[in-house]
C-alpha cells in the first residue's frame, strides 16, 4: 500500500481462517466455527527495505508471515511477488521461488538439525537451491560463517555445541545461503538473552546493507522494530489498524491502539514523563470478532458508529494508512 518504484512484495486483502472442531466426531456440527487469524490485510515492501510488524500475543502477525511465504496456506488473497502471484504456483514452481524467500524463525534451539554439522546445514541449503555445488560448498559456507561473526571450526560442530545467540547467526547464515531477495525475521530476538539480542539486530543490520535483502520484520519488542524498521505496520486482532513509515507510527501514531502500545515502552530518560494509557478489557476471542471496528471494546474514544461499521483503511496523508472513525 505504500507506493514505490521498486516494489519486491504486494500483498492484497490476506484472510486465513482456521478451522475450530466443536463435539465429538461424527456429531451434528452446528454452524462451523473459524479462528479469524487475519482478515484482510494489505501491505507491500520496497526492495532493501524492513517492514515491521507489530503488536499483542495473538493479532496474526506470524500467521501474515507465514502466508506471505506459504508455509501456511491462506485462504484467500493475492500475495505478489517480484510480479508472481504466489498463490497461483504448484508445489513444484513454489519451491523454485523458496531460494528468494526464506525465513528465519523464532527458536535458534529447534529451527536446526541436532544431527548434522552446521557446514553441512548451510551447504545443504545451497546445494537444494542450485547456489553451490562441490569443493565450492566448503569456502562459500566459511564467507556465510564469517559474514555472521562465527569462524570456520564451527562448521565442524553441531548446533547443540552453540549458545543461543551463535545458533540464531547459525540460522541467519542459513538463511542466506540460497542468497535471497527477502527474509522474513519472525521474532529473531525474542528467545535470547536481552544482552545478545541487540548484536543480533546489528547484525541483521549489517548483512541488509551488505546482501540487499528486504525484510519482514515481526516483533512484539516495539524498541526493536524502532531500530531496524523503515516503515511500521500495527496489527490487532487480525487486522493491520496502521501502517506508515517508521517516523510518523513512533512520534505521531494516529490510531487509538498504536498510541497505547507506544505509551507502554518505558523511556531511559527519567526526567522525560509520558502519559501511559491502560487498555481495560480482554482481546475479544479471534473466533468471534466484535462487529464494527475491532478494538471498540477496548477503545477509550469509541462512538456509536464504531460499534456497527467498520471502519475503512485508508490514507490520512503522506503514505500514513490508518483504520479509525475518529480520523478516515
Do not use: W
Request: proline share 6%.
Amino acid at each position: 500500500m505504500i507506493a514505490a518504484m521498486q516494489t519486491l512484495l504486494q500483498v492484497r486483502n490476506l484472510v486465513k481462517k482456521f478451522p475450530v472442531e466443536r463435539g465429538f466426531p461424527g456429531q451434528f456440527s452446528r454452524t462451523p466455527e473459524f479462528i479469524h487469524a487475519v482478515s484482510d490485510v494489505s501491505f507491500s515492501l520496497e526492495r532493501s527495505e524492513t517492514l515491521g510488524l507489530v503488536g499483542e500475543s495473538g493479532c496474526g502477525k506470524t500467521t501474515t508471515g507465514r502466508c506471505v511465504l506459504r508455509l501456511i496456506e491462506p485462504t484467500s488473497g493475492e500475495i505478489m511477488f517480484e510480479g508472481v502471484d504466489l498463490c497461483s504456483l504448484d508445489g513444484a514452481q513454489m519451491r523454485k521461488m523458496r531460494s528468494k524467500m526464506q525465513v528465519i524463525f523464532q527458536d535458534p534451539f529447534s529451527s536446526l538439525n541436532p544431527r548434522r554439522k552446521v557446514g553441512q546445514i548451510i551447504g545443504r541449503a545451497m546445494e537444494l537451491h542450485g547456489t553451490s555445488s562441490g569443493p565450492d560448498t566448503r569456502k562459500k559456507v566459511v564467507g556465510l560463517l564469517k559474514s555472521v561473526g562465527l569462524s570456520e571450526e564451527h562448521a565442524d560442530r553441531y548446533p547443540q555445541q552453540f549458545s543461543g545467540g551463535q545458533r540464531q547467526r547459525i540460522a541467519i547464515a542459513r538463511a542466506l545461503a540460497p542468497n535471497p531477495s527477502f527474509i522474513v525475521a519472525d521474532e529473531p530476538t525474542s528467545a535470547l538473552d536481552v544482552s545478545v539480542q541487540s548484536q543480533i539486530v546489528n547484525l541483521l543490520q549489517d548483512l541488509r546493507e551488505n546482501y540487499g535483502f528486504s525484510c519482514l520484520f515481526i516483533s512484539h519488542d516495539l524498541t526493536m522494530v524502532e531500530y531496524v524498521s523503515d516503515h511500521v505496520g500495527v496489527m490487532y486482532l487480525g487486522k493491520i489498524v496502521e501502517l506508515a513509515s517508521r517516523v510518523a507510527i513512533f512520534d505521531e501514531p494516529l490510531h487509538p491502539y498504536t498510541r497505547a502500545l507506544l505509551s507502554s515502552v518505558p523511556v531511559a530518560d527519567p526526567e522525560v514523563k509520558r502519559e501511559k494509557i491502560i487498555l481495560k478489557g480482554e482481546v475479544p476471542s479471534p473466533t468471534r470478532p466484535p462487529q464494527g471496528c475491532r478494538f471498540h471494546t477496548r477503545c477509550p474514544f469509541v462512538k456509536s458508529e464504531c460499534k456497527d461499521i467498520e471502519p475503512r483503511f485508508g490514507d490520512v496523508g503522506d503514505n500514513h494508512f490508518v483504520a479509525c472513525h475518529l480520523l478516515t
